[in-house]
Antibody
Framework: QVQLQESGPGLVKPSETLSLSCTVT????????WGWVRQSPGKGLEWIGS???????SYNPSLKSRVTISVDTSKNHFSLRLSSVTAADTAVYYC??????????WGQGTLLTVSS | EIVLTQSPDTLSLSPGERATLSCRAS???????LAWYQQKPGQSPRLLIY???NRATDIPDRFSGSGSGTDFTLTISRLEPEDFAVYYC????????FGGGTKVEIK
């Protein structure tokens, strides 16, 4: 059974770059697409971006200028970097497996707070 | 960008009743590329339906999805206590967007 686990700093200062990692266990990161989704406190879901095991990416147009998603197949994990963060980026960040275009496996989520 | 509008915002029903949730797209969603998720407080979303009408693994058959083009529906035939949650639709026909959610609460 594939499982995903997010890891990150928990707190980031405004204007800095947020970095999160998602480790995949119970299966290979190859042969699938993977993605990041976030949820601001009390709000709905927002897709951030997705990538394939080969590294090809697609991003939410509203975040594209600040987002980089990358994969490390040797470590079976993929990462999210979001630059120039503000309080509006405070959210629970989920990593998930993408099948065609839907998300069939999700991590438990990690809360990222932007504050000085 | 395809905008998904879910209605109603909140649905107040009793266990055993039928729930009908709507998801309307600002333009046609190609190839039935629409999914539904359930999210309970403090939990990650759970995939229920993909391809507009296909149940995901281990999803009970009281959950069903239908629709095409711009109008999609999630139906829960008889609400069980564990079904009270927030439901989101998501399209993946053009980029990827989520609806704002419908909360199904106990009446």
């Amino acid at each position: 059974q594939v499982q995903l686990q997010e890891s990150g700093p928990g707190l980031v200062k405004p204007s800095e770059t947020l970095s999160l990692s998602c480790t995949v266990t119970g299966g290979s990161i190859s042969s699938f697409y993977w993605g990041w989704v976030r949820q601001s406190p009390g709000k709905g879901l927002e897709w951030i971006g997705s990538l394939s095991y080969s590294g090809s990416t697609s991003y939410n147009p509203s975040l594209k200028s600040r987002v980089t998603i990358s994969v490390d197949t040797s470590k079976n994990h993929f990462s999210l970097r979001l630059s120039s963060v503000t309080a509006a980026d405070t959210a629970v960040y989920y990593c998930a497996r993408v099948v065609v275009g839907w998300f069939d496996r999700w991590g438990q989520g990690t809360l990222l707070t932007v504050s000085s | 960008e395809i905008v998904l509008t879910q209605s109603p915002d909140t649905l107040s029903l009793s266990p055993g009743e039928r729930a009908t949730l709507s998801c309307r797209a600002s333009r046609s969603v190609s190839n039935f590329y629409l999914a539904w998720y359930q999210q309970k407080p403090g939990q990650s979303p759970r995939l229920l339906i993909y391809g507009a009408s296909n149940r995901a693994t281990d999803i009970p058959d009281r959950f069903s999805g239908s629709g095409s083009g711009t109008d999609f529906t999630l139906t829960i035939s008889r609400l069980e206590p564990e079904d009270f949650a927030v439901y989101y639709c998501q399209q993946y026909g053009s980029s990827l967007t989520f609806g704002g959610g419908t909360k199904v609460e106990i009446k």
